[in-house]
């Protein structure tokens, strides 16, 4: 059985209308076991408290008998993701991993305890946590003023797919319903910028 972690980013209290919480909604209707848990003081937060949180949902997704998992992390959420693997050895497999529009750990001056994120060479650990990662970025987010490929795609050694226009693929850019996303959590073949 496959399952989902879904990682929201900064200030996300998981609203109706957010293209995660639908596709959480989407997932769960066709019976896929999905975790989207409120992260602490999305407001203000301090990495240990949401690695917490991430290391006991693994768990629960481990004990529910899961044998793979698709990680979609938007924003802040890619940042612990990351985070996260870096201090942490995975018994699950991890199938797939999404990076959408992941913010520049030096913008997170809300966040101090995650600007330290790409201070690490990640390029072979994050490569050990999945078998396949996708880095997915508009063009012209205000979250990423150098760009994805210098900011992500080249440490981590991913490439990265631009979205033209899409902003931070955020509610305020026009990502409520996101159908994209949710064909290719379930495949990967299926195109992830249909809207």
């Not at 001056?109 to 490569?127: C, E, G, R, S």
């Amino acid at each position: 059985m496959r399952g989902y972690l879904l990682i929201h980013g900064l200030e996300n209290h998981r609203p109706e209308g957010h293209w995660m919480r639908h596709l959480a909604g989407r997932l769960r209707k066709q019976g896929q076991y999905v975790a989207y848990p409120q992260l602490p003081n999305p407001d203000s937060p301090v990495a240990a408290e949401w690695l917490e949180v991430l290391a006991t949902e693994i768990e629960l997704i481990e004990e529910a008998g899961v044998d793979s998992i698709v990680v979609i992390a938007h924003s802040l959420g890619c940042v612990a993701w990351l985070k996260f693997i870096a201090a942490k050895e995975l018994k699950v497999k991890v199938e797939r991993v999404l990076f959408v529009a992941p913010a520049d750990p030096k913008l997170l001056t809300a966040a101090p305890t995650f600007q330290d994120a790409l201070d690490v060479d990640l390029k072979n650990v994050i490569k050990t946590h999945a078998d396949q990662i996708f880095l997915l970025a508009g063009n012209n987010d205000h979250w990423l003023p150098e760009g994805i490929d210098k900011t992500f795609a080249q440490p981590l050694g991913l490439t990265a797919i631009i979205w033209e226009g899409a902003g931070h693929i955020s509610v305020s850019d026009g990502f409520g319903v996101w159908d994209g996303v949710v064909y290719w959590a379930l495949d990967p073949s299926n195109d992830l910028l249909i809207r």
